[in-house]
């Protein structure tokens, strides 16, 4: 993956998700296992989130939280 220099990559670890999202990489393993979550995919034997995927959905949780208000 190329990237502009002191920008962040586009595609993250689930490691880097996790960080991320302040959550452990357990429970990121256990929304993909339930099909929730982020979106995820493999490329080869990596499990990578686009940056982009996870503020959509973080973005998502918000609104619905501040819909059961």
């Known amino acids: 993956m190329t990237q502009p220099t002191g920008s962040q990559p586009d595609l993250l670890t689930i490691t880097e998700a996790a960080d991320l999202l302040r959550a452990p990489v357990a429970t990121l393993r256990y929304w993909r ?3 929730t979550g982020p979106h995820s995919f493999r490329l080869g034997r990596r499990v990578l989130y ?3 995927d996870l503020h959509a959905w973080i973005e998502h949780q918000r609104a619905e939280a501040a819909g059961h208000r």
Request: charge should be positive; avoid cysteine; charged fraction near 50%.
């Open 50 to 52: 686009r940056r982009e």
């Open 33 to 35: 296992h339930q099909g």
